[in-house]
């Protein structure tokens, strides 16, 4: 039947010929009707559907103690035809989940194998999938420990994918996880990022991260194998799968054992183009994993380069967030080595003479920054930072002006360069910004005093690690 056909099709009468059947027919004609409701899915208006849910929920439960394969035939059917009126509607699948579809259908997985858990395992991923309430039941009625059993023997690679992505959508939820855990069931999770549609293997990508919030779940997540189905994951042409994977596994990176291997499986040029991206919150993902991945010097090295082509060859913004990310590398001694040997003060140099306000104000911070470590100075000094910054003391922006200002305080305060900036003391900006120091210095000076009568609580590492 095509879909011109459909609309001469008295429904209702089809409708009572389909009841009929299921209430009074042999064992063949209740599967041929089932067999031509399914066909009919398509087409047939969902009040119609909607009122053939009750007969085929009375077949999918019933009790086949006997293991009667009769029944086993009429269960399948059911399910199957469940499952293409499933996939009409979301009102259609909550009225299955309200009549107890995710439950009838987790009775029945333990004891099917073959076609028929096949036909039950695709119904259940189409009730979990698009009805709360059926992920619900599935989750807190032992359906879990049903999946993981199945996954544990399951060889066949389809059921196996279907398996996988009903456990992707339950392991977003927090009891799940716990369970997961509990049943050792973590290395299913890292599986399903790899196999099954782009969705489910996203969901499971998410919640790997969920996992990797903990300093146990990073390290579990790791030793499981999961950076590299990861990465890949973060290589999709979608955008949203991209961020999902790159915040992933900013997450994992914070197990600095790990560092390293991110790395070596391409991560830092994916970063790289989200923080080339128009996608603030990619900017942001990447910002942040470049800090993290930066305390390997190698990494260092290598993020550096590639935030040099950036401000190079990128736009305002692409520009912009890497010269931020200077800025934040420039705050950690491993990295500052690694800053000023990379080529990139001259590049900084120029886009604080040629960049938007924004990039500015990030290359003067970095700038700010890398001038409190004695050989930067030098090399800022050497790059002609210092005349640049003495102009910006007067600048209308009041960040450039601060970060110019903090600069030549340092400088100010080094021998080498006491007397080539000593005459711009009576500046305002620069003798705000070293009075704003030295009271800085002061309370930092006094505060490891005033932190002794203070009753600390318990510090929780996975707050740092």
């Not at 085929?56 to 399910?79: C, K, P, T, W």
């Not at 590299?228 to 290589?235: D, G, Y």
Request: proline share 3%; hydrophobic share 45%.
């Amino acid at each position: 039947m095509d879909e011109s056909e459909s609309g001469d099709i008295d429904w209702e009468n089809e409708l009572r010929n389909f009841q009929n059947a299921i209430a009074t027919g042999t064992k063949s004609k209740r599967i041929k009707a089932m067999a031509m409701l399914a066909r009919y899915s398509k087409h047939a208006p969902e009040h119609v559907l909607a009122r053939t849910i009750p007969f085929l929920m009375v077949i999918l439960g019933h009790n086949n103690r006997s293991n009667d394969s009769a029944n086993f035939s009429l269960q399948m059917a059911s399910a199957y035809c469940l499952k293409c009126i499933a996939c009409r509607s979301d009102e259609l699948v909550t009225q299955m989940g309200a009549n107890g579809a995710a439950q009838l259908l987790m009775n029945l997985l333990p004891h099917s194998d073959g076609m028929f858990l096949k036909v039950l395992v695709k119904c259940l991923l189409v009730v979990v999938g698009f009805c709360n309430t059926s992920r619900a039941v599935v989750a807190t009625a032992g359906g879990l420990g049903i999946i993981v059993n199945k996954l544990s023997s399951c060889e066949d690679r389809e059921i196996r994918r279907y398996l996988l992505e009903i456990l992707s959508l339950l392991a977003l939820r927090r009891n799940v996880r716990r369970e997961i855990v509990r049943l050792d069931a973590l290395r299913y999770v890292v599986e399903a990022v790899g196999v099954g549609s782009m969705v489910s293997r996203e969901r499971a990508c998410q919640a790997i991260g969920m996992f990797g919030v903990t300093r146990e779940g990073r390290r579990a997540v790791v030793e499981l194998g999961a950076i590299l189905p990861v990465v890949e994951l973060f290589c999709s042409r979608d955008h949203t799968t991209k961020l999902v994977a790159g915040n992933t596994l900013g997450v994992i990176s914070a197990y600095v054992d790990c560092i390293r291997s991110i790395a070596q499986a391409g991560a830092i040029p994916l970063y790289s183009e989200l923080l080339e991206g128009g996608d603030p919150s990619g900017k942001d993902i990447a910002e942040d994993a470049f800090c993290v991945l930066a305390f390997d010097e190698a990494n260092a090295i290598e993020i550096v380069g590639h935030l040099v082509r950036i401000m190079r060859d990128g736009d305002n913004e692409a520009k912009s967030a890497a010269a931020n990310v200077v800025w934040d590398l420039s705050t950690y001694n491993h990295s500052i080595p690694v800053v000023r040997d990379s080529g990139v003060i001259p590049v900084l140099v120029e886009l604080l003479g040629s960049g938007s306000n924004d990039v500015k104000e990030n290359v003067s911070g970095a700038f700010s920054q890398m001038s409190y470590d004695r050989v930067n100075r030098i090399a800022l000094s050497d790059a002609g930072v210092v005349p640049i910054f003495i102009d910006l003391l007067h600048d209308d922006f009041e960040e450039l002006r601060d970060n110019a200002a903090e600069a030549l305080v340092n400088f100010y305060e080094d021998p080498l360069y006491h007397d080539s900036v000593s005459h711009i003391i009576d500046a305002p900006s620069f003798r705000s910004m070293q009075n704003r120091l030295a009271q800085l210095r002061e309370t930092n000076e006094r505060a490891p005093v005033e932190r002794m009568n203070i009753d600390l609580p318990a510090w929780n590492s996975d707050q740092i690690t």
